[in-house]
Nanobody, 121 residues
Framework: QVQLVESGGGLVQAGGSLRLACAAS????????MGWFRQAPGKEREFVAV????????NYADSVNGRFIISKDSAKNTVFLQMNSLKPEDTAVYYC??????????????WGQGTQVTVSS
């Protein structure tokens, strides 16, 4: 198991940027693909982005492609989500997850507690 702690959420105006971070501890960080998911009130949890164990492969949801960037610093056991050109519809609790490369929540066995991102119009 790996323990995950997200940070960096907050309130931002539409068009602004935020950078989320997810610090991992426990089992070797490089063993896992790392993903970001989000859940808005009254909606199902949805895939946002994933980065492979090597960092060479990345995949994004259509809704964030071109605006969000996922990256990792293996030396610091941390994965990041740079969010640019934020929209009110990006408002959600954002979760970091560790598991197997893919876009389905069931591919990921370890989850953080989530961090709130609120985008005002």
């Amino acid at each position: 198991q790996v323990q995950l702690v997200e940070s960096g959420g907050g309130l931002v105006q539409a068009g602004g940027s935020l950078r989320l971070a997810c610090a991992a501890s426990g089992r070797t960080f490089s063993t896992y693909a790392m993903g970001w998911f989000r859940q808005a009130p009254g909606k199902e949890r949805e895939f946002v982005a994933v980065i492979s164990r090597s960092g060479f492969s990345r995949n994004y949801a259509d809704s964030v492609n071109g605006r969000f960037i996922i990256s990792k610093d293996s030396a610091k056991n941390t994965v990041f989500l740079q969010m640019n050109s934020l929209k009110p519809e990006d408002t959600a609790v954002y979760y970091c997850a560790a598991g197997v490369y893919g876009s389905k929540a069931e591919f990921f066995g370890s989850w953080g507690q989530g961090t709130q991102v609120t985008v005002s119009s």
